[in-house]
């Protein structure tokens, strides 16, 4: 699809809260909060490239990574937010699993704290939101992790706590490791998108937008389009095609009686 819409695929990673407690299990606000979570890495990939990319923390101008732990001297995430900033601008969407709950507020209170503005208005798509739309009910985990090693697109790399903890030690074996974790998750969620896609019952996703005039299906652009039963309301019928190319089964957005009078855009059923 040379002239469709950018689309970027994202996963953020964090450092933790340090807060002071009077008790391991203490229940309700903390005693005292000395830094909130600052974004550690954010990973990404455009659909159609190859290759995921990151950014992360220790990149920081001025960051001195430790060969064995220490207090790194970089725990300010405002130039990482720099970085990722015009790459959020220029995505037609964003694809975030539980970006919504997660990704996307995490960002925007950092933006927020550094007195930067907000992301535009532009469309974030939240995969598992999505995905719950369809499976929710089967009893399936929509868990990046679980989903993918279900759908055999790969496995989550393995880590536990001591990655962030080295990490925010500054040690920078651990930060080449957070690097490849963040960027081979990235690349499940690319996998992952690519693979629902037929299923998505979003209305902000629409391929028509790029191909006006055109019947091609919402998904993925493709003409190969056949004419096979209606979509009704009840006040209202719309032709339905079925996908050739994937298999989704795109409507259309004129009503019958309407059809001769204007152009036609497709639209999610
Ligand atoms: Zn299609």
Redesign the pocket.
Known sequence: MPNGPRILILDIETFPQTQLRWRYWEDGAPFHTIKPNVVAAIAYRWVGDKRSQVVSLDQTPGYRATRIGGEAEVTDDQWLLQEIFPIVVAADFVVAHYGLGFDRPMLEARLWEHGMGPFPPNNWIDSKKEIAKFIRGSGYSMALGNLAEWLELGEKIETNKSLWLNCMAGQRKAWTQMRKYARHDVDLLHDLFLSMG?FMRTSVFNMGHWYKGQDV??????D?LEKRGFYRTGASEFQRYL?H????W?RSAKRESQKEIDGTVTRMR
Do not use: E, I, L, Q
């Not at 299906?217 to 493709?222: A, D, K, M, P, V």
């Not at 190319?245 to 989704?248: A, D, K, M, V």
């Open positions: 037929p299906c919402t998904w993925c652009g493709s190969d996908c190319n994937c298999g989704h795109p």
